[in-house]
C-alpha cells in the first residue's frame, strides 16, 4: 500500500472486531510515527497505550468513576460558522442513516454517542497527552504525529479512530494513566480491525472542492 492508497481507505471506524492487536506492532507503529515533523523537534506528544487486560481494567474503571469531570477543552466552537457547522451536521445526519437511527429517537443517539466511550468496541487504544506549557504550534505537531500514525496503522492492516471525544473524560483517563498535572488530554485513537460487516463503517465523509479553500497566486 503506498501513501496516497492509504490516505484514500483511512477513515473513523466506528465498530471493531475483537481481534487482537499485539504491544509489539502498535510500539513499532509508534516508533515510526515519531518521525513525523515536529517543530524545533520538540516531539511534544506523550502517549499511554491501553491493550489486552489494561482494557477491561480501563473499561471497568470507567464505569465505576462517579466524580464529576471537567473537560480539557471545547472541542468545537461554541457558534461555528459556516461552512464549518453544515459540515459538522451533514456527517452526523450520514452516520445516523446508516445506522437507521432518526432524528427524534435522541436516546438512540446518545447510546452511539456514548460508544466512543467503549471505543466502539475496539481491543487496543491509546491516549495522547501534551504539556500544558505547549501552544498551538505544538498542538499541530501532535496531528501530524497522529495522523502518521493513522496512515501506518492502515498500511498495517490496522483500522482507528482518533476520538477528542475523551477530552470531557480527562480527570477519569488522567488518573487511571497517571498522567502529570502538567499534562492535558488531547485525545484518544481506537485500534484494531474494523468490522466490514457494520454499516457504520461504510461511511466517508465528504470533502470540500478543492476551489472553495485553495487560491493559487
Known amino acids: 500500500m503506498n501513501v496516497s492508497e492509504a490516505v484514500k481507505s483511512r477513515n473513523s471506524t466506528r465498530s471493531f472486531l475483537s481481534r487482537e492487536v499485539s504491544n509489539d506492532l502498535i510500539g513499532k507503529l509508534l516508533e515510526k510515527s515519531s518521525r513525523a ?127 477528542e471525544a475523551w477530552s470531557i473524560k480527562h480527570d477519569s483517563v488522567s488518573r487511571f494513566v497517571q498522567a502529570e498535572d502538567s499534562d492535558i488530554l488531547f485525545c484518544g485513537m481506537a485500534i484494531g480491525y474494523g468490522d466490514d460487516t457494520a454499516a457504520v463503517n461504510s461511511l466517508k465523509s465528504e470533502r470540500r472542492p478543492l476551489n472553495e479553500w485553495a487560491k493559487f497566486l
Open 37 to 163: 515533523a515536529s517543530g524545533g523537534n520538540l516531539q511534544p506528544w506523550k502517549v499511554f497505550i491501553i491493550n489486552n487486560s489494561s482494557m477491561k481494567d480501563f473499561l471497568d474503571f470507567q464505569e465505576n468513576w462517579t466524580e464529576p469531570e471537567v473537560p480539557a477543552y471545547e472541542i468545537y466552537p461554541p457558534k461555528l460558522k459556516e461552512p464549518y457547522r453544515t459540515s459538522r451536521f451533514e456527517l452526523g445526519e450520514q452516520m445516523y442513516e446508516l445506522l437507521g437511527i432518526g432524528r427524534e429517537d435522541k436516546d438512540a443517539r446518545i447510546a452511539q454517542v456514548m460508544e466512543n466511550f467503549r471505543f466502539f468496541g475496539a481491543p487496543c487504544a491509546f491516549f495522547c497527552y501534551v504539556d500544558r506549557q505547549m501552544g498551538p504550534p505544538q498542538w499541530s505537531d501532535l496531528g501530524m504525529f497522529l495522523q502518521t500514525f493513522m496512515l501506518l496503522a492502515k498500511e498495517a492492516g490496522l483500522d482507528t479512530c482518533a476520538q
